[in-house]
């Protein structure tokens, strides 16, 4: 069963669509994430791999591109600003490049969202979830910049309620990947713990995106 999301999987025949035609493809994304090689693999043509616009700077001026033209496009969860950014530098460089809308509008919502939901909280923030996705990472650095304490865990087991600060309540962001089991443990666990300290306590759980 093929299981890609339908947003990386338009990315995918976008690239194997300019491969057909002999296009080289400039790929902007981190050379780790999963959606890089997913991606990759639909390309049969030279693929130059841009992750940010200093390497789109070192990179670009020198390569000899195809004169089919080139084609660009982004992994689904690139920054749309940094994006746009290579995109304006590369369309000063190479002449016959057309650059492909392949960023998630989601994604960004989802970010939006979650700036929505920190912007001025005076509380400690916990943000339930898988630390080695890039989601819960991009949630975590979002929250850093406008909160003080912030703690990225994959269960309530992870963290030491005693280092809790000092505020008065606790906001809780759960991706939506956590399982229910985890959501209630981590509720509860919580509740208990905001009763005795007299503080109050916010779960809200991420859609789907």
Known sequence: MDNA???VKFVQRIVSDASKKRMDVILVGDKNHSQTNEIIGWIK??????QNIESAMSIIPITAFSKKGVCMASTTEYSQEKYDEI???CHNVIPN???KDTICKEKENRE???RQIIINCKADII??????S????????????YCQ???LIKSIGMLDTSILHDVGHVFVIVNHSVSEDVIKETFNILQSYCDKMKKEFVIEKLPHL
């Not at 890039?134 to 910049?145: G, L, R, T």
Request: hydrophobic share 45%; aromatic share 8%.
């Open 87 to 89: 995109a304006k530098y």
């Open 97 to 99: 490049l057309t650059v």
């Open 127 to 132: 943000i339930l979830g898988d630390p080695e």
């Open 149 to 151: 304490h912030v703690f």
């Open 134 to 145: 890039i989601n819960n990472m991009k949630s975590y650095k979002i929250a850093m910049k």
């Open 5 to 7: 999301c339908p947003r």
């Open 45 to 50: 043509t030279r693929v130059i791999l841009i």
């Open 112 to 114: 939006n969202k979650i």
